[in-house]
């Protein structure tokens, strides 16, 4: 694969230096757009990629700028005249030429609307004020809608006059004379219809909708639930604004599995690939969310230093607390990532939180004795067998000295039986916490998988060193000094 790569670079590039307009053709109608585009992504002289759309037909070229990086499109549009910017434009959609919008500076989006055909104009800036990660920011205007009592043979005879502009033809939208949505035709119910027939005759009456303003995570859920390949975005009165299409759909899900990620790990979104992105940029979306989390590990900072006094007189409790932090953050960690999960995928309905909370805590219940069994058992031969650690013959409880009445395994087991108790303990509370925190999240309308990850480990991390010292001494301590 890597090698074709390679191919196809000193291909492309062969053709643009030796100006060979054939071999640039033939590239075109042989290889995707996305390629070609990945092919010359380093190439910045102007006048190269000028020879591309000047040789190259419309139908490719304008699909192909879609691909090119914004620092590309950024000298194309520069360099072009305006009778070349309008071409580019009539050749593409309105939703593709707000994705370059959006990521271009203020003086190119000036130009770009100034040039840009009345009817399109408007489409654009309809576009371009839906908020971000909305249905109305994503959908495309390029969509066939037909009155519902057009004949089979006056709506074949259109789409093939206008299906071409459109986004796609497969999926026919219905309306009536208020414009407002009443079903659905799939083009191959069309085909197979009576010319007499009328669309109200054939149409779907079981479509599926969404709002301009509803989640684009929400409507990328409702294309896999529903099985679609398109949908109608409607306005209030349900009139149609809109459609999208699987294509956004499956830059939605990429979209959004990245910025889940990036959330799950406390780094910031990327906009661009990783090689592409400057070092201090890099930087700078990994150090603030480092610093916060420091800020958040106060609490364990002040659980440790407020019983230094403990590890002092017992330094055998130093021993076992990573383990136990790991466990408990661990055992958080994974919660939230199914919580996370299922939230994203749009499982849970209003009134389930109840539910979710009891079925995690009997699941949480036999993980901990589970997992504090093994603690117990292991800490006792790690101790006994392979002398990990030693317990003190005193230590200073309350401002009062306190000489071990146990010995030998008996003392082992004491301490291998507090390891195992705070992890049982531990692995409930995380596992709460961690189910907890996403549908907190979402309640306050922030992302959920913010909630993972790196937050949800630091909480419990405060948690599991309280109940560990705690539980040392109110419970144990007495147990084995006196």
Request: aromatic content about 8%; proline content about 3%.
């Amino acid at each position: 694969m890597e090698e074709m790569e390679i191919d196809l670079k000193e291909r492309v590039l062969s053709a643009l230096e030796k100006k060979n307009v054939a071999e640039l053709r033939d590239i075109f109608e042989t290889v995707p757009n996305i390629d070609i585009a990945e092919a010359i992504d380093e190439v910045t002289d102007p006048a190269l990629l000028l020879f591309i759309f000047r040789n190259v037909n419309n139908d490719y070229t304008a699909e192909f700028f879609q691909e090119l990086t914004i620092n590309q499109q950024e000298l194309l549009i520069n360099a072009f005249s305006d009778k070349q910017l309008i071409e580019l434009l009539d050749n593409s959609f309105a939703d593709d030429i707000v994705d370059s919008l959006e990521e271009l500076p203020a003086n190119v989006v000036t130009r770009i609307l100034k040039v840009c055909p009345k009817d399109m104009r408007a489409d654009v800036n309809r576009l371009l004020n839906y908020k971000d990660d909305t249905a109305g920011s994503v959908m495309t205007t390029e969509y066939i809608s037909l009155l519902d009592k057009t004949t089979v043979k006056d709506a074949i005879k259109e789409i093939r006059q206008k299906g071409r502009d459109a986004e796609t033809v497969y999926t026919i939208f219905v309306r009536d004379s208020s414009r407002t949505l009443v079903g659905t035709v799939d083009l191959d119910d069309l085909i197979f219809a009576k010319e007499t027939e009328t669309l109200e005759d054939i149409m779907n009456l079981d479509f599926v909708t969404c709002s301009v303003n509803d989640d684009q995570e929400a409507v990328a859920n409702m294309f896999k639930r529903y099985d679609l390949t398109a949908m109608a975005v409607t306005v209030r009165g349900g009139k149609i604004a809109g459609i999208i299409t699987v294509d956004d759909v499956v830059d939605i899900i990429v979209e959004e599995a990245t910025e889940d990620m990036a959330h799950m790990n406390a780094v910031s979104d990327m906009e661009d690939p990783y090689l592409k992105t400057p070092i201090f940029k890099l930087v700078w979306k990994c150090v603030p969310w480092i610093v916060c989390l420091m800020l958040l590990q106060i609490g364990s900072a002040f659980i440790t230093s407020s019983f230094d006094y403990l590890i002092e007189s017992c330094a055998i409790l130093a021993v076992f607390s990573p383990l136990i932090l790991d466990a408990g953050g661990n055992s958080g960690g994974q919660t939230t990532t199914l919580i996370v999960r299922s939230i994203a995928l749009d499982e849970f309905e209003r009134g389930d939180f109840k539910r979710v909370i009891w079925k995690e805590f009997r699941v949480a219940l036999i993980i901990a004795l589970i997992i504090g069994t093994f603690a117990t058992l292991w800490t006792f031969f790690e101790i006994s067998v392979l002398g990990i650690g030693s317990i003190p013959e005193t230590i200073e409880l309350g401002n009062e000295i306190h000489n071990v009445t146990l010995s030998g395994l008996a003392a082992n087991f004491v301490v291998a039986l507090l390891v195992g108790t705070t992890l049982l303990v531990t692995m409930i509370v995380s596992r709460m916490i961690g189910c907890c925190l996403p549908f907190l999240a979402k309640k306050i309308h922030v992302d959920p998988a913010v909630m993972c990850g790196p937050f949800t480990t630091t909480i419990v991390d405060v948690v599991s060193l309280l109940t560990y010292f705690l539980m040392w001494s109110y419970i144990f301590a007495p147990l084995l000094f006196k």
